[in-house]
């Protein structure tokens, strides 16, 4: 089985890029699934790359950015499925991938698999972001109905297509992202990097890009509650993006710079240090897919509190591996905050329920034939 995947991580098609997150891991175990796997994705740089071999049988072709992207890819796209007898094709998103996707199945008449990593139907905080949302969102429901199956991350994500697209529940296959559980399980906690925050009781930690999507100035705002009564608290930001300088002043305006670290983006080896160095995890996102570095916090035995959102109710079960709140509730955010750092006991017992709740379950290595379950229902859907 040849599969031609189109997407957006750019970081597929670097030598050496700091990056957050697996997944050249992933690709490298989804490509040992089937014969070969071809990645269409955004160059990394301005300059266009060369393609790459990933392993054996994953090949990375890097593109143009912006609109010469859906151009290139297009037509790389229609090369690679008559050259290498593509079988399936998948798009990371029902947009513009998506688009590429669906072009190439009417025109070659190839299986097509869309995938949906976010809650997009009736999610006023994805609108508000931009207007170019409301015609993506008009986009999505006419290519959505053309894929031959979905691909979506959580049930949540699953109920709104079927509520809103009317689409038959066969069509839609459900299972969210894996990560590598076994780097946690296997690292060494020889964990010197605390040392660097001797003075700081506790650290709370958030991972993540720095975008509007992750709402980081809910926590910011909740930082200064907390530190009200607990000034030995570390906030520690790992992540970046376009919200950067806006935090930045926030945290200025709050007067909070002694208890904030933003330390961008870093290698997943040092990832790992920062979540087992953490006390607390904290997601506050205004809407989320699946949520993959909750259950990394899991993975590290660490309290989540995060937004009812993404693999909330699924993964993060409210008072018993952490908390589910309310969608820009800085109040109850620094409460729950505040009744983890005090009772020590609670948040210990809570770390541990977490990493047994994701036991089998959520691994890459035990669960990636999925995948390779979803490109085969692609296929047969399609006969």
């Known amino acids: 089985m040849n599969v031609l995947m189109i997407g957006w991580d750019s970081s597929l098609a ?13 690709h490298i175990l989804y490509g040992k699934l089937v014969s070969t796997l071809h990645i269409i994705v955004p160059s990394p740089r301005k300059t266009k790359q060369k393609p790459m071999k990933l392993s054996e049988n994953v090949f990375i072709y890097p593109v143009s950015r912006g609109i010469r992207f859906m151009i290139e890819a297009f037509s790389l796209g229609m090369r690679l499925c008559n050259k290498m007898n593509i079988d399936v094709i998948t798009a990371q998103d029902p947009f513009y991938t998506g688009l590429i996707g669906v072009m190439l199945k009417r025109l070659l008449r190839k299986p ?6 976010i809650k997009i139907f009736k999610n006023i905080y994805w609108l508000k972001e931009s207007k170019k949302h409301y015609l993506l969102l008009l986009l999505s ?15 949540k994500i699953k109920r709104s297509i079927i509520d809103s697209l009317r689409i038959p529940e066969d069509r839609i296959i459900c299972f969210p992202v894996f990560t590598n ?15 660097k ?7 709370i930690l958030f991972v993540g890009r720095l975008v509007a999507q992750k709402n980081v100035d809910f926590l910011i705002k909740a930082a200064k509650n907390v530190l009200k009564t607990h000034p030995d608290v570390l906030f520690l930001i790992i992540g970046d993006g376009p919200e950067r300088e806006h935090l930045d002043k926030l945290v200025k305006e709050l007067e909070i710079r002694d208890n904030v670290i933003f330390k961008g983006k870093i290698e997943n080896k040092d990832l790992i240090k920062n979540y087992f160095i953490s006390d607390i995890f904290v997601l506050p996102s205004n809407y989320e897919g699946w949520g993959l570095v909750c259950i990394e916090a899991l993975a590290a035995r660490k309290p989540v509190i995060m937004t009812n959102t993404g693999c909330a109710d699924e993964v993060v079960i409210d008072g018993h591996n952490g908390y589910v709140i309310p969608i820009g ?4 955010l620094a409460k729950k905050i505040i009744y983890l750092i005090e009772n020590p006991e609670v948040r210990k017992q809570m770390g541990q329920f977490g990493w047994e709740s994701i036991q089998g379950k959520y691994s890459l290595k035990e669960n990636a034939f999925q995948y390779r379950d979803l490109f085969r229902k692609t296929i047969l859907q399609s006969r």
């Open 181 to 195: 559980i076994e780097a946690f399980s296997s690292f060494n906690q020889e964990l010197s990097i605390r040392d």
């Open 141 to 155: 429901k006419f290519l959505l109905k053309q894929a031959t199956t979905i691909r979506v991350v959580s049930k």
């Open 14 to 26: 670097t030598e050496n890029e700091i990056v957050i997150g697996d997944s050249k891991f992933r």
């Open 329 to 332: 509730d800085v109040q109850t």
């Open 112 to 117: 097509l698999n869309i995938q949906l990593h």
């Open 197 to 203: 925050y001797l003075e700081y009781e506790n650290i």
